[in-house]
């Protein structure tokens, strides 16, 4: 496909994506009607409660959705103004790996068990690179060496299982970085290491972004991460976008309720205060409620918030969907 880097088209435009399942009650929306854009080497941290459909969309831009019990029902995946999801599958693996990479939560998963991961990384590179087997290996050496492997030479010959959970994750990382994305997604790419080892990774991950110049799509739960690395955020409730903003704007005045009730949850920011976790859960999409779907579990909830299902506003810079932004004055974090 075409490289094409006009000027003021951004990396990557989703457009009124909706991602369908079938379920006992038909064919279910969980992804419904999302629309946003990448810059180039901008960070965006995309959360939402358990359920809302983070992952989802994030196999939707990588093509990921199919066989019987999936579709795409509508929208378009522009990746430098060409629509992914109208790709044949040979067109669409040259995409993946090689401009857009993405990591997945559980290491094991994604690294097959049978071979070493020196093998592993070779064969991505050499998918989508014109490299000889001896430059390859160099290549995978180098990028093991990168991403804070000790000893690549002889770790090149490791088997996944030899290997700790932060290390894999980092070897998974050197798979995704292999081909230089412009596009790194990563989904919950810590979520299944101890803590310390968390903050080893996600700084690895931001230091090597900035080298290699890609953006980041953050799919998280931890808020706290997204503060410190993201650009800009994205909330999802129950398969729609309900706000986004840039970070130092979402985090000081969040407009929906629902990203107010999720920093007032966020822990470490409030020393000395109780957690409070929204009650209440996402409703299923197939009993959700009149109106606004948040409107059950908002505390600021009017009879019109009942009523009515809010478009998701512009106000230029930012965008957001209660049908109060304008009057309500909602607590955030860092003011
Ligand atoms: N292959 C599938 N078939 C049917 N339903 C699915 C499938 N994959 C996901 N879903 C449903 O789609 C909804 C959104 O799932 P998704 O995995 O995107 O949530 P998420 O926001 O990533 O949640 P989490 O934070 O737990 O990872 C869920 O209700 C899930 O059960
Ligand atoms: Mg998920």
Same mark, same amino acid.
């Given at each position: 496909?075409?490289?094409? *880097?006009?000027?003021?088209?951004? !990396?990557?435009?989703?457009?009124?994506?909706?991602?369908?399942?079938?379920?006992?009650?038909?064919?279910?929306?969980?992804? #419904?009607?999302?629309?946003?854009?990448?810059?180039?080497?901008?960070?965006?941290?995309?959360?939402?409660?358990? +359920?809302?459909?983070?992952?989802?969309?994030?196999?939707?831009?990588?093509?990921?959705?199919?066989?019987?019990?999936?579709?795409?029902?509508?929208?378009?995946?522009? &990746?430098?103004?060409?629509?992914?999801?109208?790709?044949?599958?040979?067109?669409?693996?040259?995409?993946?790996?090689?401009?857009?990479?993405?990591?997945?939560?559980?290491?094991?998963?994604?690294? #097959?068990?049978?071979?070493?991961?020196?093998?592993?990384?070779?064969?991505?590179?050499?998918?989508?690179?014109?490299?000889?087997?001896?430059?390859?290996?160099?290549?995978?050496?180098?990028? &093991?060496?990168?991403?804070?492997?000790?000893?690549?030479?002889?770790?090149? #010959?490791?088997?996944?299982?030899?290997?700790?959970?932060?290390?894999?994750?980092?070897?998974?990382?050197?798979?995704?970085?292999? /081909?230089?994305?412009?596009?790194?997604?990563?989904?919950?790419?810590?979520?299944? !290491?101890?803590?310390?080892?968390?903050?080893?990774?996600?700084?690895?991950?931001? +230091?090597?972004?900035?080298?290699?110049?890609?953006?980041?799509?953050?799919?998280?739960?931890?808020?706290?991460?997204?503060?410190?690395?993201?650009?800009?955020?994205?909330?999802?409730?129950?398969?729609?976008?309900?706000?986004?903003?840039?970070?130092?704007?979402?985090?000081?005045?969040?407009?929906?309720?629902?990203?107010?009730?999720? &920093?007032?949850?966020?822990?470490?920011?409030?020393?000395?205060?109780?957690? *409070?976790?929204?009650?209440?859960?996402?409703?299923?999409?197939?009993?959700?409620?009149?109106?606004?779907?948040?409107?059950?579990? /908002?505390?600021? *909830?009017? @009879?019109? /918030?009942?009523?009515?299902?809010?478009?998701?506003? @512009?106000?230029?810079?930012?965008?957001?969907?209660?049908? *109060?932004?304008?009057? !309500? @004055? &909602?607590?955030?974090?860092?003011?």
């Amino acid at each position: 496909m075409s490289e094409g *880097r006009a000027v003021g088209v951004p !990396l990557l435009q989703v457009e009124d994506l909706t991602v369908e399942f079938v379920t006992e009650h038909g064919w279910l929306p969980v992804v #419904d009607g999302v629309s946003f854009e990448i810059g180039r080497q901008e960070t965006i941290g995309l959360i939402g409660e358990s +359920g809302c459909g983070k992952s989802v969309t994030a196999m939707a831009i990588l093509g990921l959705i199919g066989g019987p019990s999936g579709r795409v029902a509508r929208g378009r995946v522009l &990746l430098d103004g060409q629509d992914l999801l109208v790709l044949e599958e040979p067109e669409l693996r040259e995409v993946r790996g090689r401009r857009i990479a993405m990591i997945f939560q559980e290491p094991m998963t994604s690294i #097959d068990p049978a071979f070493t991961i020196g093998k592993q990384i070779i064969e991505v590179l050499r998918r989508h690179l014109p490299l000889s087997r001896a430059q390859a290996k160099q290549r995978a050496i180098d990028l &093991l060496d990168r991403v804070g492997i000790p000893d690549p030479h002889r770790r090149f #010959d490791d088997y996944p299982h030899q290997l700790s959970g932060g290390m894999r994750q980092r070897v998974l990382i050197a798979m995704a970085l292999s /081909c230089e994305p412009d596009l790194l997604i990563a989904d919950e790419p810590t979520t299944a !290491l101890d803590v310390t080892v968390q903050a080893q990774v996600l700084e690895l991950l931001a +230091g090597l972004q900035e080298e290699l110049g890609m953006a980041v799509l953050l799919v998280t739960h931890d808020l706290a991460v997204v503060a410190e690395t993201c650009d800009r955020t994205i909330v999802m409730y129950a398969g729609e976008v309900v706000e986004s903003a840039d970070v130092t704007a979402l985090f000081p005045d969040p407009r929906h309720p629902y990203t107010a009730a999720m &920093l007032a949850n966020l822990p470490g920011l409030h020393p000395g205060e109780p957690l *409070r976790p929204i009650p209440g859960i996402v409703p299923p999409r197939h009993a959700l409620p009149a109106g606004c779907w948040y409107s059950p579990r /908002c505390e600021h *909830r009017t @009879d019109a /918030c009942g009523a009515t299902h809010p478009q998701l506003v @512009d106000l230029g810079t930012r965008r957001v969907r209660c049908l *109060r932004a304008d009057e !309500l @004055d &909602l607590p955030g974090v860092g003011r």
